[in-house]
């Protein structure tokens, strides 16, 4: 076929098969009603032409697109500048690496880039829909799978009850982080909370106040938004309301380093003086001077949970757990 300017046709693979279009079109679709002896025909005859499939037709048939989409809600400058993203993205790519799905990355913060957003997500685009970083104002979850397109989260914001979600065990991190604090003997133990309108940041203030109350200790908080700029500002209002504080627990590690930096600033040894924990395990705490005490979770593990829950729902199949709950441990290290 050497020299062809146009795209061979379905009825074309049709007569070089010796079958109907139909048939060639469900070998196409990977319809099971079809004989052996015909498959191979039209797999023989898609060889020797050349033909590729049109997907924008077989979308109609199948009503499948093969593509699903991650929404982060967030700025292209956190979405690059902070590691988490890229291990959940990483997770994902490499869940669906193998399931013929492609991943459609689309970033969203104001409400006319939610409105577009919807209207493009809710118009047959995506096969379904894979959520993070989501606060608990957001409707976007609700009205696709009100609308029939599948969601997965990364995380449950506070205030929503979606269909299907993987977190970390947000409290049971924080209270370990919190514990190997008091069992270093230290008892004016602050803490920088996340975002209360975002799952982790009010799990993790949660899981800070439960040993406090336990043990009859102060609280002691300030709010960032889970960036190190944040970090910075919140570390210093706790040193200027209660000079004496002995630890920090920052509910995610670039506020940690926020922190390492002011009381560096203000002569603070850490862990001497003020002993700091993190969470997340990210590359830079271990890097940090000192290195970083942090909560370990797997951003990679979150993404391939979730995709995994989402492939499983476009699918049809059945989930028995359709909530993954991870896991977090303690990664000791010079910070406290």
Not at 85 to 97: C, D, K, M, P, Y
Not at 103 to 124: G, I, K, M, V
Not at 208 to 214: F, G, I, K, S
Not at 296 to 322: D, K, T, W, Y
Request: hydrophobic residues 45%; proline residues 7%.
């Amino acid at each position: 076929m050497a020299g062809r300017s146009t795209r061979p046709t379905l009825e074309e693979v049709a007569a070089r098969a010796g079958v109907g279009r139909g048939t060639v079109s469900r070998v196409v679709n990977g319809s099971p009603r079809v004989s052996e002896q015909a498959r191979a025909a039209v797999r023989r005859a898609i060889d020797e032409l050349g033909y590729v499939p049109n997907r924008a037709a077989r979308s109609l048939v199948t009503r499948r697109t093969d593509t699903v989409a991650l929404v982060v809600a967030e700025s292209e400058q956190r979405l690059f500048a902070e590691p988490y993203f890229a291990g959940v993205i990483r997770g994902i790519s490499g869940a669906l690496g193998d399931t013929g799905l492609q991943l459609l990355l689309a970033l969203a913060r104001s409400p006319a880039e939610y409105d577009r957003l919807e209207e493009y997500l809710t118009a047959q685009h995506v096969d379904g829909v894979l959520f993070t970083s989501l606060h608990a104002d957001d409707p976007l979850p609700a009205r696709l799978e009100a609308s029939g397109v599948p969601t997965v989260l990364n995380g449950r914001p506070p205030g929503l009850a979606p269909v299907s979600y993987v977190d970390v065990d947000n409290r049971a991190g924080a209270q370990e982080a919190v514990g190997h604090l008091m069992s270093l003997g230290r008892r004016r133990i602050a803490t920088i909370a996340g975002p209360q309108d975002m799952g982790p940041g009010v799990d993790r203030l949660n899981g800070y106040r439960v040993p406090l109350a336990e043990a009859g200790l102060p609280e002691f908080v300030a709010y960032g938004d889970f960036s190190e700029a944040s970090g910075i500002a919140a570390a210093e209002e706790l040193l200027a309301r209660e000079p004496a504080i002995d630890a920090i627990f920052a509910a995610d590690d670039p506020m940690a380093l926020g922190a390492l930096r002011v009381l560096r600033r203000h002569g603070r040894r850490v862990p001497a003086d003020v002993a700091v924990v993190g969470f997340d395990d990210s590359p830079a705490a271990a890097l940090a001077d000192p290195p970083l005490t942090t909560v370990h979770q797997s951003p990679e593990e979150m993404g391939r949970q979730m995709a995994r829950l989402l492939v499983a729902r476009i699918r049809g199949e059945e989930l028995p757990e359709p909530v993954v709950i991870l896991r977090p441990r303690l990664v000791r290290r010079e910070s406290a």
